[in-house]
T-cell receptor, first 116, second 116 residues
């Protein structure tokens, strides 16, 4: 498998501020990472696909100017929630395609965002 | 389009008894199918994966799943439940082809409760 870390594990911020979440691949280079959002008692919804060195591909209905994704290296992707509002409070989870795999994703531990 | 239906939102079993979590899928292509487990406030852990090899797939922690094309099902089973199995389980389908790329489609999840 693959080891994926996220930082921070939880964050509380005031409405209107921006929050950056990091996703790191700890044991191999990941060209493709994914960002998901999970609301309480709901399933995971894909937000965007992050490819190293190119612009992220956003799913329909996800605002790219609000959720900024930067995949600057093969081991790091960041998600910045800009001008956060209480409705952005959620559990954000990243994943990456495993080594030698075209379909198996390995997930980070998630980041709990609470916007006051 | 691809979709996954988990037939039970909640399943409750006694410790030591068998577990059955039901999943039906719909896919235009030959799918890859996965079961992931999520413990509270944690990321997702891959239990097992089907990719058109053996129809009976063995995973970690004693879980297994059987792919039945005629029934479009991929049910997850375990002979004897343990208290540590209490968690939420997601059935997931991954498509192939340019249209779907590496995207995963998640079922709504089944919460497994294990009674002592």
């Amino acid at each position: 498998g693959a080891v994926v870390s996220q930082h921070p594990s939880w964050v509380i911020c005031k409405s209107g501020t921006s929050v950056k979440i990091e996703c790191r691949s700890l044991d191999f280079q990941a060209t493709t990472m994914f960002w998901y959002r999970q609301f309480p008692k709901q399933s995971l919804m894909l937000m965007a696909t992050s490819n190293e060195g190119s612009k992220a591909t956003y799913e329909q209905g996800v605002e790219k100017d609000k959720f900024l994704i930067n995949h600057a290296s093969l081991t790091l992707s960041t998600l910045t929630v800009t001008s956060a509002h209480p409705e952005d409070s959620s559990f954000y989870i990243c994943s990456l395609l495993g080594p030698m795999s075209t379909d198996t994703q390995y997930f980070g531990p998630g980041t709990r965002l609470t916007v006051l | 389009a691809q979709s996954v239906t988990q037939l039970d939102s909640h399943v409750s079993v006694s410790e030591g008894t068998p577990v059955l979590l039901r999943c039906n899928y719909s896919s235009s292509y030959s799918p890859s199918l996965f079961w992931y487990v999520q413990h509270p406030n944690k990321g997702l852990q891959l239990l097992l994966k089907y990719t058109s090899a053996a129809t009976l797939v063995k995973g970690i922690n004693g879980f297994e799943a059987e792919f039945k094309k005629s029934e479009t099902s991929f049910h997850l089973t375990k002979p004897s439940a343990h208290m540590s199995d209490a968690a939420e389980y997601f059935c997931v389908v991954s498509g192939s082809g340019v249209e779907y790329g590496n995207k995963l489609v998640f079922g709504a999840g089944t919460i497994l409760r294990v009674k002592s």
